[in-house]
Structures are given as structure tokens and as C-alpha cells.
């Protein structure tokens, strides 16, 4: 019997010196010069063409676009990249085709894996707008 009631007084101060434990307040990075979240992009595979079309689009707000589409064929690490340049525009597009082109023959890449497409685009505003894909082949 003692020794229940020294296991009751012990666990009713645990209760009371130990703090409580609060979970952390969520943490959510903001875009430098934000303003209203827009699309800048819009991506689709086309199994036909071996390849991702990009579709960038308000582009009135942005200076320009990077892109860079990585991944890997036959276990070697492939990609592309490549810069738009906005002035002007309010859309633009660009084929990004999992292979190899020279003096127009084209050989595509096999057993294509971690295909990931990262797109930065630079506002006006000064704030960047970073989207990433992973593209499911």
C-alpha cells in the first residue's frame, strides 16, 4: 500500500513541475516583394515526342524565367537548361526533349528515372518565384 501511494504522489508532481510541451508554430518562407501568389508555369509530358512541353505564361510581371529539367537515362545524369527573357512577352513555350539532338538527328535517352524540372522565375516586383515539378515517366 505505501508503495502505491509514493508511486501516486510521485506521478501527481511529475504532473505539476514538468511543463507542458507545445508544438511549434508553423513557418512559412514569404517571396521578397510578394504580393499575390500567380502561376508563371504550366508543364505536360508528351509520351509521343519524348518530351515536357513548358508553357510560361504572366510573363508582364516577371524579367526572366530559368528553367533547368534534370534527371537520369541508363543510370548517367542528363539535363537541360535555359533562360527566357521576358521583355515584352505575355507567354511563351519550350520543348524540352529527354535525348540528344546534333545537325538535326535525334536520339532519344532510355529507362528515364528522377526526372525533376525546376523553374525560377525573376518578378519585377524583385521577388523570385521558384516551382518545382517531379515529371512521372
Do not use: W
Amino acid at each position: 500500500m505505501r508503495k502505491l501511494s509514493c508511486f501516486i504522489i510521485s506521478f501527481l508532481l511529475t504532473l505539476i513541475i514538468v511543463p507542458s510541451v507545445h508544438a511549434a508554430k508553423l513557418r512559412v518562407r514569404k517571396t521578397v516583394g510578394g504580393g499575390v501568389t500567380r502561376s508563371y508555369s504550366s508543364v505536360k509530358l508528351s509520351r509521343n515526342t519524348n518530351s515536357v512541353l513548358v508553357t510560361f505564361q504572366n510573363l508582364t510581371d516577371a524579367k526572366r524565367v530559368r528553367y533547368e529539367l534534370s534527371y537520369i537515362a541508363n543510370g548517367v545524369p542528363q539535363g537541360a537548361m535555359g533562360t527566357v527573357q521576358a521583355s515584352g512577352l505575355v507567354s511563351d513555350s519550350r520543348d524540352l526533349y529527354f535525348g540528344t539532338c546534333s545537325h538535326g538527328v535525334c536520339t532519344p535517352h532510355y529507362n528515364i528515372k528522377s526526372a525533376t524540372l525546376i523553374i525560377t522565375t525573376e518578378l519585377t516586383s524583385g521577388g523570385i518565384n521558384t516551382k518545382r515539378y517531379r515529371i512521372k515517366i
